[in-house]
């Protein structure tokens, strides 16, 4: 009997790629195309069949697919009975039999010159250094495209009415399976791409503006003095994998930086201490373009030593790219022991969507940044000084990294008021 599976050509490619079937039976395996092609992100790798949910036009797909295996069966069993074995040339001249369907018009995507300047924009936010936000306008962009090929909308400037903003946050939320601030960053991101575009004189619309979706802060996730110090004094091979990771996270923790300007640290950003000045880093934040000022205590004086003499580059010479520290930093956590069971919430159509999973599962190089603001305010520093160190320039984004905890409310209240014993 005939075994059929279906697969892409290059699934890991950014534009439509051929599929084609392994077709195994009486022991042979032939490479069948089923002259077809589908974007990898319309396709379910899983199953091995066209996403239909959101994409309405490939249930045709998946019915020419199953067409072409019926015949492919068909012809192996007839092959089997009358003891032949059909050619390679036979069973793949059962895909070419029907020629592919003409690709329909695609007017939802070209939207007259709206996605030139969309590429234009993310080209120069790419070009002004902010290489992660030009990545977060891009992914933005490209559920834009997705919402509009699944229903056959023509974006463009003039066409991206409030209605038309209303049914994308519906879609990012029901068919791409996005949580509220999610969507709530993505519309941010489309309406200051308008704004961009109107400074240009590319459009005059204002209609994006009236659309919103409400944004529900999770729980920060900051690691506590204990929970730093098992970190700290956990026993590892000096110049291993871990023992890089854990000091790259480490001067996270003491200066608070964000991960894009700790790899961009070099020789002329270090400022030695004089009689008025301890030793500090002087840089500007690649996200916001500020000059931030960051003093250096001697921990984290050793762990730049160490940086700019090449100790904490990976195997390639390279700083550790963020993926990496990150997987690095849940092997981590679990060996010092930070394991207190936590609550991830996140929230989809205002619905909590509540998970308790151990704290080092959760941890990222950000969770150092939360750790430095929330131990640095917990010991007395004021929000202000902090967020100088930081680089915030509003209090309600630096708010975002402050993590009161019920005991750390406890303790503030009891140095103001008399607690019974």
Not at 41 to 51: G, N, Y
Not at 98 to 122: I, K, S
Not at 245 to 250: D, G
Request: a positive charge; aromatic letters at 8%; proline letters at 6%.
């Amino acid at each position: 009997m005939a075994k059929i599976s279906y697969l892409l050509n290059a699934p890991g490619a950014d534009k439509p790629t051929p599929i084609f079937t392994f077709l195994s039976f009486d022991g042979r395996r032939v490479k069948v195309y089923a002259n077809r092609s589908i974007h990898p992100r319309q396709w379910d790798a899983d199953e091995r069949r066209a996403l239909t949910r959101g994409y309405p036009r490939n249930g045709a797909l998946n019915d020419w697919l199953d067409l072409l295996g019926e015949r492919l069966a068909a012809c192996c069993d007839a092959h089997a009975a009358a003891g032949t074995t059909p050619t390679a040339a036979e069973l793949r001249a059962l895909a070419e039999s029907e020629q592919p369907e003409p690709e329909p018009e695609a007017p939802a995507v070209t939207g007259g010159l709206f996605w030139q300047r969309y590429e234009e924009w993310v080209s120069y936010t790419r070009a002004a250094g902010t290489t992660r936000t030009a990545q977060a306008h891009a992914t933005a962009g490209r559920h834009l495209r997705e919402f509009a090929e699944a229903n056959g909308y023509a974006v463009d400037f003039d066409t991206l009415t409030p209605t038309v903003g209303d049914r994308w946050a519906a879609y990012l939320l029901n068919v791409a399976g996005l949580t509220d601030n999610t969507i709530n960053k993505h519309l941010g991101r489309l309406k200051a791409f308008m704004k961009w575009a109107s400074k240009r004189g590319y459009t005059e619309s204002t209609a994006l503006d009236r659309v919103s979706w409400a944004r529900r802060e999770p729980d920060v996730i900051a690691l506590s003095v204990a929970e730093l110090r098992a970190l700290e004094t956990l026993p590892l091979a000096p110049g291993s994998r871990l023992d890089k990771a854990r000091a790259w996270f480490l001067l996270a923790c003491y200066t608070g930086l964000r991960y894009s300007d700790l790899v961009s640290i070099r020789p002329q950003h270090v400022r030695p201490a004089t009689d008025k000045l301890p030793a500090h880093l002087r840089l500007t934040a690649k996200k916001t373009r500020a000059v931030v000022n960051v003093p250096l205590s001697a921990p984290a004086l050793g762990i730049v030593s160490r940086l700019l003499a090449g100790e904490l580059a990976s195997v390639k010479s390279q700083p550790i790219t963020n993926p990496v520290l990150n997987r690095f930093l849940k092997e981590l956590g679990q060996l010092a022991g930070i394991d207190s069971p936590i609550e991830v919430i996140r929230y989809r159509g205002g619905v909590a969507d509540v998970m308790t999973c151990p704290k080092h599962d959760k941890l990222t190089v950000h969770t150092a940044r939360r750790t430095f603001v929330t131990l640095n305010l917990g010991k007395g520093m004021s929000a202000e000084f902090v967020m100088k160190l930081t680089g915030h320039t509003s209090y309600k984004s630096f708010q975002r990294y402050v993590n009161l905890t019920p005991q750390r409310v406890a303790e503030e209240f009891a140095k103001f008021h008399e607690m019974p014993d």
